[in-house]
């Protein structure tokens, strides 16, 4: 019944910017930590970054200094603001709650050229 939506992804070239939106229903934000994981064609999916309900934050080493996530409660909503894109970032992405309770929505393409 609780799901995730994630959409905002697309193609840009190397060194744009997308922002991506998570949207889930109300329960999902009752769970302390969520975050958005990505997994490139022939690559196993990788944690990208977290974030708790008081904003507390965590980076992959890949992705620090250039991606930023974020959380509205009220709006049931988490986003993922990636700057300065790079070919390597070509991934789908996805939400995820700590739990795993949520099943893995359907992701969203994120496909950076050079």
């Known amino acids: 019944q609780v799901q995730f939506v994630e959409s905002g992804g697309g193609l840009v070239q190397a060194g744009g910017s997308l922002r991506l939106s998570c949207a889930a229903s109300?329960?999902?934000?009752?769970?302390?930590?969520i975050g958005w994981y990505r997994q490139a064609p022939g690559k196993q999916r990788e944690l990208v970054a977290t974030?708790?309900?008081?904003?507390?934050?965590n980076y992959a080493d890949s992705v620090k200094g250039r991606f930023t996530i974020s959380r509205d409660n009220a709006k049931n909503t988490m986003y993922l603001q990636m700057n300065s894109l790079k070919p390597d970032d070509t991934a789908v992405y996805y939400c995820?709650?700590?739990?795993?309770?949520?099943?893995w929505g359907q992701g969203t393409q994120v496909t950076v050229s050079a």
């Open positions: 995820r709650d700590s739990t795993g309770y949520i099943p």
């Open positions: 109300g329960s999902t934000f009752s769970i302390n930590v």
């Open positions: 974030i708790s309900r008081s904003g507390y934050t």
